[in-house]
Protein backbone atom coordinates (compact mmCIF):
# COMPACT_ATOMS: atom_id res chain seq x y z
CA UNK A 1 0.00 0.00 0.00
CA UNK A 2 1.29 3.62 -1.31
CA UNK A 3 1.77 5.69 1.45
CA UNK A 4 2.40 9.33 2.02
CA UNK A 5 3.02 11.47 5.30
CA UNK A 6 3.94 15.38 5.17
CA UNK A 7 4.85 17.41 7.86
CA UNK A 8 6.86 20.73 9.19
CA UNK A 9 3.90 22.65 8.21
CA UNK A 10 3.73 25.57 10.88
CA UNK A 11 3.42 29.55 11.30
CA UNK A 12 5.96 31.69 10.06
CA UNK A 13 6.54 35.29 9.78
CA UNK A 14 7.24 36.94 5.98
CA UNK A 15 10.47 35.95 5.06
CA UNK A 16 11.02 32.85 7.14
CA UNK A 17 11.63 29.62 6.30
CA UNK A 18 10.29 25.89 6.94
CA UNK A 19 11.40 22.67 5.51
CA UNK A 20 8.69 19.99 4.91
CA UNK A 21 8.93 16.52 4.50
CA UNK A 22 7.23 14.02 2.83
CA UNK A 23 8.16 10.01 3.61
CA UNK A 24 6.97 7.59 1.60
CA UNK A 25 6.05 4.33 1.39
CA UNK A 26 4.88 0.96 -0.46
CA UNK A 27 6.80 1.44 -3.94
CA UNK A 28 10.24 1.36 -4.85
CA UNK A 29 11.22 4.77 -4.32
CA UNK A 30 14.00 5.39 -6.96
CA UNK A 31 11.74 4.55 -9.84
CA UNK A 32 9.48 7.36 -9.68
CA UNK A 33 8.73 11.51 -9.51
CA UNK A 34 7.40 12.87 -6.18
CA UNK A 35 6.05 16.17 -6.52
CA UNK A 36 4.77 19.11 -3.74
CA UNK A 37 1.53 20.83 -4.65
CA UNK A 38 0.07 23.37 -2.47
CA UNK A 39 -3.94 24.45 -2.38
CA UNK A 40 -5.65 27.66 -0.83
CA UNK A 41 -9.45 27.85 -0.09
CA UNK A 42 -11.25 27.86 -3.29
CA UNK A 43 -8.53 27.71 -5.86
CA UNK A 44 -7.15 24.56 -7.67
CA UNK A 45 -4.54 22.56 -6.26
CA UNK A 46 -1.15 23.95 -7.95
CA UNK A 47 2.45 22.06 -8.60
CA UNK A 48 5.24 23.66 -6.30
CA UNK A 49 7.90 20.96 -6.94
CA UNK A 50 9.03 17.91 -8.44
CA UNK A 51 12.32 15.64 -7.70
CA UNK A 52 12.96 11.72 -9.69
CA UNK A 53 13.93 9.54 -7.35
CA UNK A 54 16.16 8.30 -10.29
CA UNK A 55 18.39 10.82 -10.94
CA UNK A 56 17.58 13.45 -9.01
CA UNK A 57 16.38 16.22 -11.78
CA UNK A 58 14.15 18.49 -10.41
CA UNK A 59 11.72 20.74 -11.59
CA UNK A 60 9.78 24.08 -9.86
CA UNK A 61 6.90 26.24 -10.11
CA UNK A 62 7.84 29.66 -11.16
CA UNK A 63 5.92 30.60 -7.81
CA UNK A 64 8.85 28.81 -5.31
CA UNK A 65 11.85 29.47 -8.10
CA UNK A 66 15.03 30.52 -6.23
CA UNK A 67 13.10 30.23 -3.12
CA UNK A 68 12.23 26.85 -2.64
CA UNK A 69 14.41 23.42 -2.71
CA UNK A 70 12.90 19.73 -2.81
CA UNK A 71 15.59 16.93 -2.49
CA UNK A 72 15.60 13.55 -1.82
CA UNK A 73 17.05 11.36 0.91
CA UNK A 74 16.74 7.65 -0.58
CA UNK A 75 17.94 5.51 2.16
CA UNK A 76 15.06 7.74 4.39
CA UNK A 77 12.67 7.18 1.24
CA UNK A 78 11.62 10.78 2.17
CA UNK A 79 11.36 14.18 0.20
CA UNK A 80 12.24 17.65 1.83
CA UNK A 81 10.81 20.60 0.49
CA UNK A 82 13.13 23.62 2.28
CA UNK A 83 10.90 26.88 1.81
CA UNK A 84 12.89 30.22 2.27
CA UNK A 85 12.14 33.56 1.97
CA UNK A 86 8.56 32.91 2.71
CA UNK A 87 5.16 35.34 1.67
CA UNK A 88 2.21 35.06 2.98
CA UNK A 89 0.78 33.78 -0.89
CA UNK A 90 2.72 31.06 0.46
CA UNK A 91 0.22 30.33 3.08
CA UNK A 92 -1.76 27.21 2.12
CA UNK A 93 -1.72 23.28 2.71
CA UNK A 94 1.11 21.19 0.79
CA UNK A 95 0.42 17.85 -0.27
CA UNK A 96 2.99 15.35 -1.50
CA UNK A 97 2.09 13.39 -4.52
CA UNK A 98 3.48 9.80 -6.16
CA UNK A 99 1.03 7.82 -8.94
CA UNK A 100 -1.49 9.81 -8.46
CA UNK A 101 -1.73 8.91 -4.44
CA UNK A 102 -1.59 11.99 -1.72
CA UNK A 103 -0.58 12.20 1.80
CA UNK A 104 -3.12 14.52 4.14
CA UNK A 105 -1.16 17.78 3.82
CA UNK A 106 0.35 19.71 5.96
CA UNK A 107 -0.46 23.35 6.75
CA UNK A 108 1.84 26.36 5.93
CA UNK A 109 0.49 29.43 7.68
CA UNK A 110 2.90 32.88 6.93
CA UNK A 111 2.15 35.84 8.32
CA UNK A 112 2.57 39.03 7.56
Known amino acids: EVQLVESGGGTVQAGGSLRLSCAVSGFTFDDYVIAWFRQTPGKEREGVSCISGNDGSTYYADSGKGRFTISSDNAKNTVYLQMNSLKPEDTAVYYC?????WGKGTLVTVSS
Open 97 to 101: NVLGY
